[in-house]
């Protein structure tokens, strides 16, 4: 159950700062999002967002996805989440586990996890989750923070996926490596 309690205070944590969140995270984020989409097309697409925090990805995806469900485990930054939501009507929010999504398989053409990993016990289980719900050809798009992340042992989180690396950035201007995988 060590888990749990680690995602408990990574719940807790979020909880304690979903009101300064965009205001301290929004730059940065912005960058991952940019980085992710220049790599990555959403059109037509029923998109994930894991890890969605307060809504921030919405904005950048929500008009050309056919519909973009978000997922936290943090409720206070989902209340955020679905205040963004209101702007999109094809856009849902729910409390979720990332480890134990509430989707069946092979469901969504495209996953996000922005600042996902690192929070999590064990991130090679997540990102097994995370193709379980991606279609056969689907891509899943990871951050890895660097200075939670070795790049080898970020490589080697990816490697054990099961999940094939279609594009790669690792560049001076964001805090971390974005990877966008082939299911």
Known sequence: ????????????????TAEMY????????????GAALENVDVADCAV????CGSGLFFSYAAAKA???VGVDVSRKLLLKAKEQAHAFQNVL???????????RE???DVGFAFTVLQNMPEPSETLKELKRVAKLGGKVVVTGLKKAFALNTFMDVLDSSGLKI???VDN??????????AA
């Open 66 to 68: 056919k519909v973009l």
């Open 93 to 103: 929010v729910l409390q979720a586990d990332a480890d134990h999504l509430p989707f």
């Open 22 to 33: 965009e205001e301290r995270y929004a730059q940065e984020q912005k960058a991952k999002y």
């Open 1 to 16: 159950m060590t888990g749990w309690k680690d995602k408990r205070k990574v719940m807790q944590r979020y909880d304690l």
């Open 106 to 108: 092979a469901f969504f």
């Open 166 to 168: 279609v594009s790669f």
């Open 48 to 51: 994930l967002d894991v890890g």
């Open 172 to 181: 001076e201007d964001l805090k971390c490596y974005v990877a966008v995988l």
